[in-house]
Each structure stands twice: as structure tokens, then as C-alpha cells.
């Protein structure tokens, strides 16, 4: 670690200090979970409260004046050396997956908090304004659809998302108003693209390749472009023990080779094909089953890698139910596009984990196989992503781990990265 790798002049026991504040805090926002024991904190309610409150406390001491916007998100400002100058924006989520780990998410926020504190010392008059967001809903496991935070700052916003329901059948329109917040007036968390230089996010790297290369961080390329799938292949319910295998149209059958094939495509094409879900009808021990659903994640850093990849797996699959004499059904549920990250922010980023990791060798720079607050904010801004090393690359899960090392060189790298990004050529003061 190297003290004077930020540009704020701080020591290595503040760097060091830093780095174990973050990572206690992420202990801190743990506790505040709707099940004891495990952490589940979800969009609009208490615990999502408790974690603004706390987050806004912090930013608070770390010089941000504070305020919750009309989607939920708790935000922090320090003004540049007039106001109104537009921000470079830190950011991450403070919502999780049910039993989740501990950073995934809030790891970004805390760190952003910290970099802000260091920045505000190190530049008493900013050439732009520097902001901090935690995201009120980036995983989707209350309503269904993900990034509810981060789509209105974008201005990407449809009404129609106010009728969903939880699990106890509270409609989103409702839990806003639950939450203080007016539904009809979400629209007004919408920000400018004059109101950015840039948005730049912090994140555990949520795989293993980072560990793999023993590199404690790294700089993200591009976030991959995904499509969600409900698939369902239709057969015959016949009596298991009375149909013989010449007359059987069985069509768990068809849907296991299906998933044999998505898996061998996926391999083959290095793009990524999962399925998460998956449900046999009528569900009885003897009974051929006449009907299968399950889903597909399909991932890749491209979007024409991912529709080549969609494009042979329902050709196969087609292929594989009409020689079984079953029928395939599919429907698309979700599509977001690759994103690329900016050039200039990942040359700042990359200067900066050069600097703050001394054991040399080349930046590792890998694409984001999850998606990100980052990706939507690509929308109305130049995005940067910095990813953090995490153990064995386990996320969402409570197995989630980081070391305080590695924290404390990613608000090294992060805060140096900022500065660069805030005296660029491309801000305000150009």
C-alpha cells in the first residue's frame, strides 16, 4: 500500500483505518435484517429505513449533506468550489438476496462514504461536485423486478412496476406509501446527464478470478448483457408402470436434454447458461410427466455472443422435442444489453490499482459476468467499475467473504481514482 497512492496525502494507518472502518460497517448494516440470524433486507421496508439511517449518519460525518430522493435512495452531496457544479457519483446498493452476505453491495456504499471523507480533506475546493448514493433496490427480491433503485436516477421508470406484489401481497405502490414516499412522484429521482461527469462503482468481484490470480483488485471492462427465459416443454401424463417407452412422451426427458445442451452450448460458446428453476408436472412418483417448466440466465460480455448462444439452443432444443414428439414453448422475460465501461474511467481506475497494489505486474481487467447499478446508469453517464477480491469467489450467500487488507486498498485505489476522474479533462471545469 502506498500513502501517498490517493493524492489526499493520508498515512497508511489512515488508509489502514479506513479500510477497517468500511469493513466493520458492513458488520453494522448485517445487523439490520427482517430474519435473525441471516441477513435479508429488502426494497421500502423497516430494515431498508434503519439501513438509510444509519448509511445517512455516516455519510453525515463524513461532511455529505444528506437527503432520501423520491425512489427511496439515500443520497450525499459535498459541493464543488461553487454549487450546483455537476458530480462524479460513487455508488452501490444497500438491499440484499435473502440470506446474503455481508458485501455484496453495501461493501461499495461504505467504501464510497470513506473516499469521500478522504477527498474532502485532500481538496477543500472541488473542481466538481462528488456525490454518494446507496441504491435502495438493486437485487429485486421484494417486487420481482431488479435495479428499482438505481432506473429512476436514470430516468427509466414505468408505472405499470407500482402494481406488482410481495410475497404478502403488498403492491409497490403501496409500500411506497408505507415507506413516506409518494408513489406519483417517483419520476422526480431522475437525474441529468449535465448533472454527472461520471458514475463509478466499488463492488466485490463476485467470482474467482481475482483470487485466482492472487490480485487483491481489478478493473471491469464491460458488464455482461443478459436474457431470461420461462421455458416449457409438453409431453403425455401417462401411468408410469402401465406406458412403455415407445408410447411415452415424457417430457422431463425432453427438458433434460435440453439442460444438458444449454450447458454444452454455454461451454462451448464461453458465454454463461444456468438453470435456476425447474418444475416436473403433475408431480407424482408414478406418473410420466406431461409437462416441464424451468428458466434460463443467459449471460455473456457481448450481446451478439449471447443471441448466437440463445439463437443454438433453441434450434437444439427445438430439434431435440420434435424427434421426441414434444411440444417447446418459450417465453422471454427479461433483456438488458451489454454495457461498456468508459475508456477514460478505466484508465483512471487501472492507474489507480497500479499504484495502491505494489506487487506489479499487469491491472488484472475482467468483464462482470453479474449485473450492476452501473449498467443502468450507463444510461445518462460515463460509468467506471473497481472490483474487490472476495473468498473463493462466493456471493450471495452467507459464506460472502473479504480481508480488511484488501479493503483498505480498494479505498486506496478508489479514492485516487476519483481525484483523477474529478481534475480530468472531462469534468465541468474543462
Not at 307 to 315: K, V, Y
Not at 356 to 382: F, K, N
Amino acid at each position: 500500500m502506498t500513502p501517498q497512492g490517493t493524492g489526499t496525502a493520508a498515512t497508511r494507518e489512515t488508509l489502514l483505518a479506513a479500510g477497517r472502518r468500511a469493513y466493520d460497517r458492513c458488520d453494522e448494516l448485517a445487523a439490520l435484517s427482517a430474519v435473525k440470524g441471516s441477513i435479508h433486507r429488502f426494497h421500502l421496508t423497516s430494515q431498508h429505513a434503519w439501513a438509510n439511517a444509519l448509511v445517512g449518519r455516516w455519510m453525515a460525518a463524513a461532511g455529505l449533506q444528506t437527503r432520501v430522493d423520491a425512489a427511496g435512495n439515500m443520497v450525499g452531496r459535498i459541493e464543488g468550489s461553487r454549487p450546483g457544479l455537476p458530480a462524479v457519483m460513487l455508488g452501490s446498493h444497500i438491499d440484499t438476496v435473502p440470506d446474503a452476505g455481508r458485501y455484496d453491495g453495501p461493501l461499495g456504499v461504505v467504501i464510497a462514504i470513506e473516499v469521500a471523507a478522504l477527498l474532502r480533506e485532500a481538496m477543500p475546493s472541488m473542481p466538481c461536485a462528488l456525490e454518494v448514493v446507496a441504491f435502495s433496490d438493486e437485487e429485486g427480491a421484494r417486487f420481482g423486478t431488479a435495479l428499482l433503485g438505481s432506473n429512476p436516477v436514470a430516468g427509466n421508470w414505468h408505472d405499470e412496476w407500482l402494481t406488482q406484489t410481495d410475497a404478502q401481497g403488498t403492491s409497490l405502490r403501496q409500500a411506497f406509501r408505507d415507506f413516506g414516499l409518494d408513489p406519483t412522484r417517483v419520476r422526480q429521482a431522475a437525474r441529468r446527464p449535465d448533472e454527472l461527469v461520471a458514475y463509478l462503482e466499488a463492488h466485490i468481484e463476485q467470482g474467482p478470478l481475482l483470487e485466482a490470480q492472487a490480485r487483491p483488485l481489478g478493473v471491469v471492462t464491460s458488464i455482461a448483457g443478459a436474457r431470461r427465459f420461462a421455458l416449457t416443454v409438453t409431453g403425455e401424463a401417462r401411468h408410469a408402470g402401465g406406458t412403455p417407452y415407445d408410447r411415452r412422451r415424457d417430457a422431463l426427458v425432453g427438458a433434460s436434454f435440453a439442460v444438458l445442451a444449454i450447458e454444452s452450448i454455454a461451454r462451448r460458446r464461453d458465454i454463461i447458461g444456468t438453470v435456476g428453476e425447474i418444475q416436473a408436472y403433475p408431480g407424482a412418483v408414478n406418473v410420466v410427466p406431461g409437462r416441464v417448466e424451468f428458466s434460463l440466465d443467459l449471460r455473456a460480455e457481448t450481446d451478439q455472443q449471447r443471441d448466437a448462444g440463445w439463437a443454438e439452443i433453441l434450434d437444439t432444443i427445438t430439434t431435440v422435442c420434435r424427434e421426441r414428439n414434444l411440444e417447446f414453448h418459450w417465453v422471454e422475460e427479461h433483456r438488458a444489453h451489454a454495457v461498456a465501461c468508459a475508456g477514460w474511467l478505466k484508465d483512471a481506475i487501472a492507474a489507480a490499482v497500479a499504484d495502491a497494489d505494489t506487487d506489479g505486474g499487469d491491472v488484472p481487467m475482467l468483464y462482470s459476468r453479474a449485473g450492476h447499478d452501473a449498467m443502468v446508469m450507463a444510461d445518462i453517464t460515463d460509468i467506471g467499475m473497481l472490483f474487490i477480491r472476495c473468498e473463493d469467489g462466493i456471493s450471495h450467500a452467507p459464506a460472502e467473504a473479504v480481508t480488511v487488507w484488501d479493503v483498505a486498498l480498494a479505498v486506496e485505489a478508489f479514492a485516487a481514482a476519483t481525484a483523477s476522474v474529478m481534475i480530468s479533462d472531462r469534468g465541468p471545469h474543462a
